[in-house]
């Protein structure tokens, strides 16, 4: 509907939303995976996510967010200040 075309993997896409998790729900739909297949294998997808909900647990193994930022040997990738998240959306220019 969106009026995405995808001719080839990895080029550029008129539409790209890649959906982490939605509450609770699993699917395993050739149209819809949740949660992403590989969310959960990325540092630079969970270190955002741990800031913004270090309890989020992945619907489809129970392991936190943080859990997987240690297994994955991270450390402390990501880490930023908590208070990052107030000050977005950046006020209007004055």
């Not at 080839?8 to 890649?18: G, K, S, V």
Request: hydrophobic share 35%; net charge negative; with cysteine.
């Amino acid at each position: 509907q969106a009026g995405r075309e995808r001719h080839e993997r990895w080029a550029a896409r008129t539409l790209d939303l890649d959906l982490i998790t939605y509450a609770d729900l699993t699917c395993d739909d050739p149209a819809l995976t949740l949660p992403h297949p590989r969310a959960w294998e990325r540092p630079f997808v969970l270190g955002p996510l741990r800031d913004l909900n270090p309890d989020l647990r992945c619907p489809a193994s129970g392991e936190s967010v943080q859990d997987a930022l240690q297994r994955l040997g991270t450390g402390e990738l990501g880490q930023r200040d908590p208070t990052w998240l107030r000050s977005w959306p950046a006020p209007p220019p004055s």
